[in-house]
């Protein structure tokens, strides 16, 4: 017996997961270009990349090294989208470097399962740092959550230590088909790492599953494809039911496609959950409206404007309503002067403005 469990313990000490090799195609943003010898530079982060993931047989070999310019204009989530992604053999990571790292910031911005990551550059920073911030992005691709303790590679700001929890998580996930997203895990591993996140105690919104679904609800919504986005928002409330802003995004593609019940109930879920949340405030108005309780939707944005009087989004929803009320034309033109107060060039609240000043003038009040 004694034998038996020596070798098993030997067995244990010397099991090595089979090796696998993630081919990285590089797009190399205009921060990261400006230095000289970037090509180089990218192919060292890379290799010191496999250096931090050697205990997991994790290889990641450059595909290519390109040149990419992306749009400003666009959001940083935006700009992760458009890099290409999701290829056949599940293998393949789509890493875009661009933009700069706030102090003790994120340093990028990835998806569990998702093979589309932006790494931003870290001025200053050493090469160490810089390879630690890409790999932390990496980690959170292989769905892997932050970690408390201090030194660890899924703390901020990263450290290079693979942690006990990080290690449990990547040794369950360094297989997954990036292509396939969550659907490239097996039913008993999906539980097992919903057993480890739970035991982490990390925070709700940082669930790899939930991250997830409402990226993919997010990008749905983006594209206008409702039916997949109400899919998307209804699994990822799924994986954080105690998450406010779950129950806000399912509510909105709920109005959307016109279930005023159902998204009446998620957004009263919401408050339930956050009696601030000024997104289930907003969107249990318009719910209101249209289902024809426009007194009470006023009484709701009333008390969101209150909440977050320096938010333009709330003054303009405000001044929509308002100019659609008999009797209040001069408080809806207030509310939307205050809109473009807060948010000058915003083209959308200039046009309901100039509606609800051109209604005054034909005697509306
Ligand atoms: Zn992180």
Not at 22 to 45: C, D, F, I, K, M
Not at 108 to 127: H, M
Request: some cysteine; proline content about 6%.
């Amino acid at each position: 017996m004694r034998r038996v469990v020596c070798c098993a313990l030997l067995l244990a000490g010397c099991y090595r997961p089979p090796p696998r090799v993630l081919h990285v195609q590089v797009a190399v943003g205009p921060e990261l270009r400006r230095q000289t010898g970037w090509r180089n530079l990218v192919s060292a982060r890379l290799r010191a990349l496999s250096a931090i993931f050697e205990p997991l047989a994790l290889r990641f070999e450059v595909a290519n090294i390109s040149e990419w310019e992306p749009d400003p204009k666009q959001s940083l989530e935006a700009n992760r989208r458009i890099l290409a992604g999701f290829h056949a053999s599940g293998d393949w990571i789509e890493l875009g470097f661009y933009g700069s790292r706030q102090a003790d910031g994120e340093p990028g911005l990835a998806v569990a399962y998702d093979p589309r990551v932006l790494v931003f550059d870290d001025p200053g920073a050493g090469e160490t740092q810089q390879a630690a911030g890409l790999a932390h992005e990496i980690a959170h691709l292989l769905g892997a959550w932050h970690a408390h303790s201090s030194g660890s590679l899924m703390s901020l700001p990263p450290g290079t230590e693979l942690d006990r929890g990080t290690m449990s998580c990547l040794r369950l996930t360094r297989s997954v088909n990036l292509s396939r997203g969550p659907s490239g895990l097996d039913a008993a591993t999906l539980q097992r790492l919903q057993e480890l996140w739970t035991a982490s105690k990390a925070e709700a919104s940082t669930n790899p599953f939930y991250r997830f679904y409402t990226s993919r609800g997010l990008e749905a919504v983006a594209r206008g494809l409702p039916s997949q986005a109400e899919e998307d928002f209804t699994k990822a409330e799924h994986f954080a039911p105690g998450l406010a802003i779950a129950h806000v995004d399912l509510g909105n593609v709920e109005l959307a496609a016109h279930e005023f019940l159902a998204a009446a109930d998620e957004m009263r879920k919401a408050l339930a959950l956050d009696p601030k949340s000024s997104g289930a405030m907003n969107g249990l108005a318009a719910v209101l409206v249209v289902t024809g309780h426009r007194g009470e939707a006023i009484e709701w944005l009333a008390k969101s404007v209150q909440l977050t009087p320096g938010d333009p989004r709330v003054h303009a929803n405000m001044g929509v309503v308002l100019a659609n009320t008999p009797g209040r034309i001069d408080d809806a033109i207030a509310e939307l002067r205050e809109a473009l107060r807060l948010d000058p060039g915003n083209a959308a609240m200039r046009h309901s403005l100039d509606l609800a000043l051109a209604a005054r003038q034909q005697g509306r009040r």
